[in-house]
């Protein structure tokens, strides 16, 4: 179990804005910064970074925390695995104390698939570099392939012996079970017999953003037409394909740097790369690009250069994905190399300033390159030219900004000679005949009744629940504003002589947690809601002790369901910050012009709720002949009802 000291320091050292700043292009908005939701698929930023608070609100998924639940939502680590990146990344020396059976126990089986995955590259590593096999067969091919000891240590290339079952022995030797070693695919299971997957194999690791090993590549060095070229792990509950890309836990902060990703086909297209010096490049490991691989590409810059080898077919199915990285909005350019080369064999062959000139001279607007590619096939034929044509409208029809789309138009227009009042009814029928496809999906899908959901016209809105609104509202004051000093009118209820009740005002200087505090306890209001009063008296109880109350510090020491709860509520404070309001002349009223005015609101409303409350209460005592039962009823009733009347008056003086 790692020590408290440890995470302490974890704590005091980790800068939110840093950590998501890995993950997220971050960009400044007043104090804070802001990007693009990682949770989910969107183009307006809605995902907020509060460096002063520590602390990280998505708007659009309503996840939010501090920098550990970032890391726990985003990579799905445990608790312990967040801190122990933490500390890897700050240079943190983790203190551990000693663990009982039942904590060991608690490890749950997605890291349980971690660690053997973990162990399994350490293993083909040790192989690859200390047993005769390994040095033999595959050190001997990575280095024909041009690749220094120094790249394949740094992308941890290794080498699974040609044995049924030597790794797998092995790893249940040293304690691992075989139960995970098969659900990872590290293991092939049959009846009685088990037996290593990559057997005679050179081992490329698949990597997460965060640089956990998820799966693995492996390529067959012999010639048996049997067996795949290349085998990737199986879909497993921490490895799936279509979600992953090979190099990005090495290329993400060079794609952010230089606001570009180079995309390839293979794992030694991407080493190759880095070895020549082009670091801001993945693969998409040899399987057909998905939108999951563009969306994590789209999370750290927007422009991607597609980089094919010069094969015609693969070149035609490739612009496949060209349509899908358009439709998530993105900017796209394509670079072809010469007859005979691919990335992997260019880069080798050549110098960095060599590759990066070829890059930049050869890297083509899609639409040109679409245009000479689909037009040198066509040649003199005017039905394959109007194909050609139709085509290339097809993919600006996926380009979701209508500038662009009107762009590519008219260089569409100028490229082919034609008319770009034919190429924009062509876009308007394409798009029009979508619609109508969407439209009759919809109406084919069955009634959502019979799904189990309610539409949303026939759904009875539910009811504001009006006291956890004004005790989420107390906790609010509190967390923002409850060390400051404010001037508080309080209207003091008299008697006259006549028996009217007035207001004799009268005004304190006093911070806001004491108001709060004393005016709750005075009318001995508790809170109902359980998180919102242990809350409460937390954060009561800081206040008391410190002179300002540290909302970072706060929110690392709580539970993870209420440091999210009060981040929530901190991050509302920060919501008009994603809309820059300011720059279209719109300035918004902020909070803090009005603090005892919220304060003094919230506290008459949360007592005026509770009066009515106790009036309805009240009003369903039993009745009998007309009367109550209980003769003091109608009298507390109107007691009540005198109170509430009061209150309302009062409140109305407030606003």
């Given at each position: 179990m790692i020590s408290k000291t440890t995470i302490d320091n974890v704590f005091e050292t980790a800068r939110v804005e840093e950590v998501i700043g890995d993950f997220v292009q971050l960009k400044k908005a007043g104090s804070n910064f802001k990007g693009l939701s990682p949770f989910t698929d969107e183009r307006t930023p809605s995902f907020m970074v509060s460096p002063v608070k520590q602390i990280w609100k998505d708007f659009s998924s309503g996840k939010g925390g501090n920098v550990v639940a970032f890391l726990m939502e985003h990579e799905h680590f445990t608790y312990p695995e967040a801190i122990r990146y933490l500390a890897k990344k700050y240079g943190i020396e983790i203190e551990e104390t000693e663990q009982t059976d039942e904590q060991k126990q608690l490890a749950n089986e997605r890291e349980s698939l971690y660690l053997v995955s973990e162990y399994a590259r350490d293993y083909f590593v040790n192989t690859l570099f200390k047993s005769e096999e390994g040095k033999a067969i595959g050190l001997t091919y990575f280095k024909e392939r041009g690749f220094t000891e120094e790249t394949i240590r740094k992308f941890e290339l290794g080498y699974s012996p040609n044995e049924?079952?030597?790794?797998?022995?092995?790893?249940?030797?040293?304690?691992?079970?075989?139960?995970?070693?098969?659900?990872?695919?590290?293991?092939?299971?049959?009846?009685?017999?088990?037996?290593?997957?990559?057997?005679?194999?050179?081992?490329?690791?698949?990597?997460?953003?965060?640089?956990?090993?998820?799966?693995?590549?492996g390529r067959i060095l012999t010639n048996d037409k049997k067996a795949a070229k290349y085998l990737n792990s199986p879909e497993s509950d921490i490895y799936h394909k279509s979600k992953v890309l090979y190099g990005i836990f090495r290329a993400k902060q060079a794609i952010a740097k230089e606001d570009n990703c180079f995309l390839v086909e293979g794992y030694t297209d991407v080493i190759q790369f880095h070895q020549t010096g082009i670091e801001n490049v993945v693969s998409s490991s040899g399987t057909a690009l998905t939108p999951e691989q563009i969306r994590l590409i789209n999370r750290l810059t927007k422009n991607i250069t597609v980089l094919f080898d010069s094969d015609p077919a693969g070149l035609r199915a490739s612009l496949r994905g060209v349509d899908l990285i358009l439709e998530q909005g993105m900017n796209v350019k394509i670079c072809t190399?010469?007859?005979?080369?691919?990335?992997?064999?260019?880069?080798?062959?050549?110098?960095?300033?060599?590759?990066?000139?070829?890059?930049?001279?050869n890297a083509t607007d899609f639409i040109n390159f679409k245009a000479s590619l689909l037009a040198s096939e066509a040649k003199d034929d005017p039905l394959k030219k109007a194909e050609t044509i139709r085509d290339m409208v097809v993919s600006i029809s996926k380009i979701p900004?209508?500038?662009?789309?009107?762009?590519?138009?008219?260089?569409?227009?100028?490229?082919?000679?034609?008319?770009?009042?034919?190429?924009?009814?062509?876009?308007?029928?394409?798009?029009?005949?979508?619609?109508?496809?969407?439209?009759?999906k919809k109406q084919q899908q069955p009634p959502l009744e019979t799904m189990g959901v309610v539409t949303a016209e026939r759904q009875t809105p539910s009811k504001v629940d009006v006291q956890f609104e004004l005790e989420r509202k107390i906790i609010e004051l509190l967390l923002l504003y409850g060390n400051v000093e404010e001037e508080f009118e309080d209207l003091i209820l008299e008697t006259n002589e006549s028996g009217e009740i007035t207001f004799v005002p009268e005004k304190n200087q006093t911070r806001v947690f004491e108001k709060i505090f004393l005016d709750l306890q005075d009318d001995e209001i508790e809170f109902m809601n359980e998180d919102f009063r242990e809350l409460y008296y937390e954060i009561i109880e800081k206040l008391n002790q410190q002179?300002?109350?540290?909302?970072?510090?706060?929110?690392?020491?709580?539970?993870?369901?209420?440091?999210?709860?009060?981040?929530?509520?901190?991050?509302?404070?920060?919501?008009?910050?994603?809309?820059?309001?300011?720059?279209?002349?719109?300035?918004?009223?902020?909070?803090?012009?009005?603090?005892?005015?919220?304060?003094?609101?919230?506290?008459?409303?949360?007592?005026?709720?509770?009066?009515?409350?106790?009036?309805?209460?009240?009003?369903?005592?039993?009745?009998?002949?007309?009367?109550?039962?209980?003769?003091?009823?109608?009298?507390?009733?109107?007691?009540?009802?005198?109170?509430?009347?009061?209150?309302?008056?009062?409140?109305?003086?407030?606003?």
């Open positions: 049924w079952s030597a790794f797998t022995d092995k790893a249940i030797k040293d304690g691992y079970k075989l139960e995970f070693l098969e659900k990872t695919g590290l293991t092939i299971v049959k009846e009685e017999k088990q037996f290593d997957r990559f057997k005679g194999r050179v081992m490329f690791p698949i990597k997460s953003m965060s640089g956990r090993v998820l799966g693995f590549g190399f010469p007859d005979g080369e691919d990335p992997d064999s260019f880069a080798r062959a050549n110098t960095l300033d060599t590759l990066n000139s070829y890059l930049e001279e900004d209508l500038i662009k789309q009107e762009v590519y138009i008219k260089e569409c227009a100028r490229i082919m000679d034609i008319s770009e009042e034919v190429l924009f009814n062509t876009l308007a029928q394409i798009l029009q005949k979508e619609r109508r496809e969407a439209g009759r002179q300002d109350l540290k909302i970072d510090l706060l929110v690392n020491q709580l539970q993870p369901e209420k440091a999210e709860a009060v981040t929530h509520i901190l991050m509302e404070e920060e919501k008009y910050n994603l809309h820059d309001w300011e720059r279209k002349d719109i300035y918004v009223k902020e909070k803090k012009h009005t603090i005892s005015q919220m304060v003094s609101e919230t506290i008459l409303n949360l007592r005026r709720h509770l009066v009515t409350s106790k009036i309805e209460e009240l009003s369903k005592s039993p009745v009998k002949d007309g009367e109550y039962e209980d003769k003091s009823v109608m009298e507390n009733i109107s007691d009540y009802t005198i109170l509430r009347d009061v209150l309302s008056a009062k409140l109305r003086r407030v606003l």
